[in-house]
């Protein structure tokens, strides 16, 4: 089974802190993505990676930006978080190709 | 432009009732679909597919849906609805990226 795991599953910081998510995949997938959830607003893609170093912006980057130096993570930093950034953080991979997304658990970041 | 549509949000249905949720999709040459499903917390977990072959696919827990090309749809059905069922339920379609429908909260009563 593909297995995605995330740092946290329950965050909490400060306006205008700097933050981390990570993202580690144990498949050795070369696709992985970022994205938030919103009440009513469904999966908004941040940005993916197609291979290492590699990085596209999706629909909504603004205030975000992303690393992946391996294969099997993929970090999204919020460069100074705030408070319309608290959300539902879900990372996914999938293998090349138009197949299924695998995600994580989501890490639920609140800022105040 | 690629774009998956979930015409409801809510669904409340009594226990043992049938249900469906409907999804259309942006027509297009190839079509990749999937229906994922999210409890309170969780990620999301795939449900189902549709890649090629059989217009008819199913889940292990006793959903199932159908690719309608004519219609552009890939609705999901459940005969007999558990409580268990409460759940989000997204439509996705494959391409460069994936897209996501907004989702559809069905709320099983009991």
């Known amino acids: 089974d593909v297995k995605v795991t995330q740092s946290s599953r329950y965050l909490v910081k400060r306006t205008g802190e700097k933050v981390f998510l990570e993202c580690v995949q144990d498949?050795?997938?070369?696709?992985m993505f970022w994205y938030r959830q919103d009440p009513g607003l469904g999966l908004r893609l941040i940005y993916f990676s197609y291979d290492v170093k590699m990085k596209e912006k999706g629909d909504i980057p603004e205030g975000y930006s992303v690393s992946r130096e391996k294969k099997e993570r993929f970090s999204l930093i919020l460069e100074s978080a705030s408070t319309n950034q608290t959300s539902m953080y879900l990372c996914?991979?999938?293998?090349?190709?138009?197949?299924?997304?695998?995600f994580g658990p989501g890490t639920r970041l609140t800022v105040t | 432009a690629q774009s998956v549509t979930q015409l409801d949000s809510q669904v409340p249905v009594f226990e043992e009732a049938p249900v469906e949720l409907r999804c259309n999709y942006s027509s297009s040459v190839s079509v990749y679909l999937f229906w994922y499903v999210q409890y309170p917390n969780q990620g999301l977990q795939l449900l189902l597919k549709?890649?090629?072959?059989?217009?008819l696919v199913e889940s292990i827990n006793g959903f199932e849906a159908e690719f309608n090309k004519s219609q552009t749809s890939f609705h999901l059905r459940k005969p007999s609805v558990h409580i268990s069922d409460t759940a989000e339920y997204f439509c996705?379609?494959?391409?460069?990226?994936?897209?996501f429908g907004t989702g559809t909260s069905l709320t099983v009563i009991p």
């Open positions: 549709y890649l090629s072959g059989s217009t």
């Open positions: 996914a991979t999938r293998t090349g190709g138009r197949y299924e997304q695998y």
């Open positions: 498949m050795d997938h070369e696709n």
């Open positions: 996705a379609r494959a391409g460069n990226q994936f897209y």
